[in-house]
């Protein structure tokens, strides 16, 4: 077979097996679709069909294959990073900031501290700190990423919920943001490389300056046309942030989180956004299981995602709760805020993505935290549900 024929073998087997396996074992109470792609990735990729299948395996994933299977990838990650920037509110932040700063604080310090104690432990072992990641970097690093919450996933989950648009959804969605915030910018810092400090200082500088023109330009074009400029902003944005040391996707998220989404519209937005989830954010979810490996050993790579797991859950809980008691809420409504906001999925594997591409964790250390954000995200829904029905009408009232 050609190359194209392989191609889209491999395609076909990207969107056919998660979405059968969701569809049939309904799977949706625990596990949403985009968890089952999240795990059809690991399960496609060189510890398990790898292992099972070699011959198969290399037939399908052969190298030229991946590479073209990882160029859908790139501009899928920055697509979804880009949404996400963009769903960015931070008015309602700034105008709840007392009660959101405190929240956002706390569910996010308390499960970073949790983190990074785990990873204090584990990186007294080999195997753990990649070839390029100073001690601190993969610290802060194995911290952050059990802290994060993925903001587009919180989005979809409390979509099914039906609680998004209630006002206690609503306060959700502003803790998570000023986290996604804080994520981003502890991610810069990770990453700052003094070798190229002179470019991200450029980057720096001529970003806030296109930013203004990009902001003035888009206020004053169209909606259809808003759509194309932004595009081409995007990959602007990904090429600097790229050249300048950071990431390629911290440049696509910085290029969201300057426009504003009254420009394309919510419900376009939200149209947008499951349509990349739907066509081609599958394929990056496989490039995501390619790359997991199990060279620790597999009880090794279990036993440290199950530490990174209850440092992140207990640490989110344990935040939340304590803003809970400053704030005066029930604990009911505090146990349901921490369970939303274990949300990690996308965000988590993007952030550790990053991570491992500056070699500042191993393959190995990035397959227990893609294991950790799979168990905090599957946890969620069945935990929240029942609180959403004990807190009844209290969901709708006001803050």
């Not at 690991?42 to 398990?48: K, R, Y």
């Not at 990074?116 to 080999?126: D, G, N, S």
């Not at 943001?177 to 810069?188: C, K, M, Y």
């Not at 696509?252 to 009254?262: C, N, Q, R, W």
């Amino acid at each position: 077979m050609n190359l194209t024929e392989v191609y889209l073998i491999a395609l076909t087997i990207i969107f056919a097996v998660p979405w059968l396996v969701w569809r049939v074992a309904r799977t949706d109470h625990w596990a949403p679709l985009v968890v089952v792609q999240i795990v059809g990735g690991i399960l496609l990729g060189p510890g398990v069909l790898g292992a099972v299948f070699p011959d198969y395996y290399a037939f399908v994933f052969r190298p030229d294959v991946i590479t073209a299977l990882n160029g859908v990838a790139w501009w899928a990650v920055m697509l979804f990073v880009w949404i996400a920037g963009i769903e960015l509110d931070l008015s309602q932040a700034w105008k709840h900031r007392g009660e959101t700063g405190l929240t956002a604080g706390l569910a996010l310090g308390v499960p970073l501290l949790a983190g990074t104690a785990a990873a204090a432990v584990i990186l007294q072992f080999p195997g753990w700190r990649g070839a390029n990641g100073e001690y601190w970097q993969a610290l802060l690093g194995i911290g952050m990423a059990c802290a994060v919450t993925a903001l587009p996933i919180l989005v979809l989950l409390m979509e099914k919920l039906a609680i998004l648009r209630e006002a206690l959804g609503q306060r959700i969605l502003r803790y998570a943001s000023l986290d996604d915030i804080a994520i981003w910018g502890v991610l810069a810092l990770i990453l700052l490389d003094f070798d190229r400090l002179a470019r991200q200082a450029i980057f720096i500088a001529g970003f806030a300056v296109a930013a203004f023109l990009i902001r003035r330009l888009m206020a004053r074009i169209n909606e259809a046309d808003r759509w194309a400029v932004g595009l081409i902003w995007l990959a602007v944005c990904g090429f600097a942030g790229d050249w300048s040391g950071l990431h390629y996707m911290v440049g696509a998220f910085l290029a969201g989180v300057v426009l504003d989404a009254k420009w394309f519209g919510h419900e376009a937005m939200d149209r947008f956004r499951n349509t990349v989830l739907l066509t081609i954010m599958p394929v990056f979810f496989l490039s995501t299981g390619l790359r997991t490996q199990w060279e620790g050993g597999g009880l090794a790579v279990f036993g440290v995602a199950a530490l990174l797991l209850a440092a992140a859950v207990g640490g989110k809980l344990l935040g939340v709760h304590i803003a809970g008691r400053l704030l005066g809420w029930s604990r009911t409504e505090a146990s349901l805020i921490g369970w939303l906001l274990q949300t990690k999925a996308l965000i988590m594997i993007i952030f550790a993505n990053i991570l491992l591409d500056k070699a500042v964790i191993t393959p190995t250390t990035f397959t227990a935290l893609l294991l950790m954000a799979v168990g905090s995200t599957m946890l969620t829904k069945p935990f929240a549900t029942p609180l959403i029905a004990k807190l009844g009408e209290r969901v709708k009232a006001e803050a």
